[in-house]
Nanobody, 120 residues
Framework: QVQLVESGGGLVQPGGSLRLSCVAS????????MGWYRQAPGKERELVAT???????NYVDSVKGRFTISRNNAKNTVYLQMNSLEPEDTAVYYC??????????????WGLGTQVTVSS
């Protein structure tokens, strides 16, 4: 079993910054990729950014140049630095991790989410 715990969400004014963190724990052998997704009210969950174990990154166009994803492989942790936040960034942000357990089973787990609200 693998658990993901997000932190760092909150209320911020437009133009402000937040840093999200997600720690993975449990029977982890290797994490191939971690990422952040978000879901706004009335909308489908969408990819925000992903990062592989080799630090290859991918971003949705709407956050390019404003958000930066990074990870600490030794700590099984992924971060999302969000700058120049806009009201349209308001959503619940979910952490995702894909990899394999110590018993060689593939996993694809989600965290419970953290709320990000951008409002004046």
């Amino acid at each position: 079993q693998v658990q993901l715990v997000e932190s760092g969400g909150g209320l911020v004014q437009p133009g402000g910054s937040l840093r999200l963190s997600c720690v993975a724990s449990g029977s982890i052998f290797r994490i191939a990729a971690m990422g952040w997704y978000r879901q706004a009210p009335g909308k489908e969950r969408e990819l925000v950014a992903t990062i592989t174990s080799g630090d290859f990154t991918n971003y949705v166009d709407s956050v390019k140049g404003r958000f930066t994803i990074s990870r600490n492989n030794a700590k099984n942790t992924v971060y999302l630095q969000m700058n120049s936040l806009e009201p349209e960034d308001t959503a619940v942000y979910y952490c995702n991790a894909k990899g394999s357990t110590i018993t060689s089973k593939a996993f694809d787990f989600w965290g419970l989410g953290t709320q990000v609200t951008v409002s004046s």
